[in-house]
């Protein structure tokens, strides 16, 4: 995994994790209430954060070869 993936896998899991104890203290249930959820939470930002990496690859390359097919036309 580059050091950029693991960076948003990071990120990710942590978002997930504070996302899951933002919404249980608002809903006033002691913070670290079923923790599986937080496990749940967690491992979805991580997906989500690798997956935002991965997506931003497939545009530049995608935008690359575009930018590469109208300039060989002109």
């Known amino acids: 995994m ?3 993936a ?3 896998a990071l990120f990710g899991g ?4 504070l996302t899951q104890m933002y919404s249980n203290a608002v809903r006033k249930l002691p913070v670290l209430k079923n923790p599986w959820e937080h496990g749940v939470a967690s491992i979805l930002g991580a997906g989500f954060g690798v997956g935002v990496i991965h997506y931003e690859d497939k545009l ?3 935008i690359e070869e575009t930018t590469h097919a109208r300039s060989s036309s002109r």
């Open 2 to 4: 580059a050091p950029t």
């Open 6 to 8: 693991a960076t948003a």
């Open 14 to 17: 942590t978002l997930g994790f």
């Open 60 to 62: 530049k390359k995608y």
